[in-house]
C-alpha cells in the first residue's frame, strides 16, 4: 500500500459501522494502522469491549437515538449491510432509514466526514441495491463531506464471506470447474484490502460524491474463477457449466427461506454483468491517489495454504453435514415414537433401565429429538443446537453404555456411530461459525 494515507498526526476517532463484518474488518484494521481511534459499532451484546458501542441499526431509526453514540467522533464509516430481509431486520431500516437518522445526528453533531460503503448495481435488480442507492441520495443531499464507494464483487486472500465464499468453494471443487452458466459474464472484482485503503483516504481527501470501485479491466467469471483455481492449487481444468435456470431455483429457494449466499439482486447483477467506465476508475484515482488492483497482482502478493483450500471444501460440506444431522435427529426421534413398547421393555430387561418406566422415556427423548432437529433446520443459534445435541449424545452413550453393554456391539452400529457422530458434531459447531 501507499505510504499517502499514513501521513500527519493522528487522524481523531472514527465511529465504523458493520465493524464485526468481512469488510468492516479490513476497515478497521486499515483505519488504526495510520492512528485513527477506531470505535467499532456492533450489535448489541451483554459485554461490550473498550473499543465497542452497541449500534443495533434495526433499532436506531431516528436522530436522538444516535446522538448519544456519536459522543467524541470525528468521522463515521457505514459498512454495515443486509443481503435480505432476516427476521426482524429489514432492508429498509438496515440501509436506510437508520443510516439516514445516523447521517442527519452527524450534521446536528457537527460530525462532516461520512464515508459509505454501498453496491453496484441498478435498483431494479432488487430491494437490496434499490435500498443502498436511496440513501446514497439522502446522504448527498446534506451538508456533509460524504463519500459513497460501489462495489460489486469483494475479496481477499485472507478470507471471504457470503457470495466470495460461494465462488471460491465452486473454484475449489475437486476434479473439475463447476461454472454458473457459461461465466460469460464480467466483473471487476475489488480487494478488501483496495477498500479499506480508499476508505482510509476518503476521510481525509477533498473528495465528495459516488464513486465506482473495481479492478483496472472486466475480467469474465470464468477467467476469475480460474485464477482461484490456480491459486488455490487444485488440478483440473475441465469446466462444468451450471445451467443458469438452476442457480435461479436455488436462489428462489433461498429467498423464500432467508438463507443462501446469493441473493435475488446478486444473481440479476452478476448476470448482467459489471463494466466500469475508465473515466470513472479515474476519477477514483485523481480523487484518491489510489485505485483497486488487478486480481492476479493481488494472488500473486500471497501464496495459499492447505487452510485455504480446506475452507473452500468444507464451505459446501458444511450445509451437507447440517442437512445430514438433522436427518439423523429426525429418525431418532422417528424410532422413539414408532418403536412397540414391547421391543422396548425386552431390551431393557436385565438393566436398572427397567425400573425408570423405559417406554415412557424413548417416547420422551424422541420428542427432544424432534426439537432439536427442528432447532437446528430453523438456524436460530445453530452453535447452541449443536452444543446442546453433543451434551445429549454424550449422555445417551454414558447412560446406555453402561446399562446396555450390548449396544456397542450391534452390528448395525448401535452406540458405535456415536464415537463418530461425536466428533462431526464439533466439526459441526466449528463450521456453524460465520463470522
Known sequence: ????????????????????????????????????????????????????????????????????????IDAVVNAAGLLRDRGPDRLA???????????????????????????LGEPADGEFIASKHRFDDALLALPLQAVVLRASVVYSTAGSYGGSSLLRALAGFPGFLPLPGDGRWGLQPCAAEDMAELVVRALTAPARGVFEIGSPAPLSLRDYQRHWRAWLRVPGRRVVGIPERCIGIAVRIGEWVGRGPLGAATWRMLQRGVDIAPAQRQQVIDAFGYAPRALPEVLARRPSQAQDRWHARLYLLAPVLRLSVIALWLLSALAGFITPAADIERLAAGSWLAQTWPVALARVAGCVDLLLALWLMSGRQPRRATV????????????????????????????????????????????????
Open 1 to 72: 500500500m501507499s505510504d499517502h494515507s499514513a501521513e500527519g498526526p493522528p487522524r481523531g476517532t472514527v465511529l465504523v459501522l458493520g465493524a464485526a463484518g468481512f469488510i468492516g474488518g479490513f476497515i478497521v484494521a486499515a483505519l488504526r494502522s495510520v492512528d485513527w481511534q477506531v470505535i467499532r459499532g456492533v450489535r448489541s451484546r451483554p459485554c461490550l469491549a473498550v473499543d465497542e458501542r452497541a449500534c443495533d441499526l434495526a433499532a436506531l431509526q431516528t436522530v436522538d437515538d444516535w446522538l448519544p453514540l456519536l459522543e467524541g
Open 93 to 119: 431500516d438496515i440501509h436506510e432509514h437508520a443510516p439516514l437518522a445516523l447521517a442527519q445526528a452527524c450534521v446536528r453533531r457537527g460530525i462532516a466526514r461520512f464515508v459509505q460503503i454501498s453496491a
Open 388 to 435: 446442546v445435541m453433543l451434551a445429549l449424545l454424550g449422555t445417551y452413550t454414558v447412560a446406555f453404555g453402561a446399562a446396555l453393554p450390548v449396544l456397542w456391539l450391534d452390528p448395525l452400529g448401535g452406540l458405535a456411530k456415536n464415537l463418530v457422530l461425536v466428533p462431526a458434531l464439533a466439526v459441526l459447531w466449528v463450521l456453524s461459525d460465520r463470522r
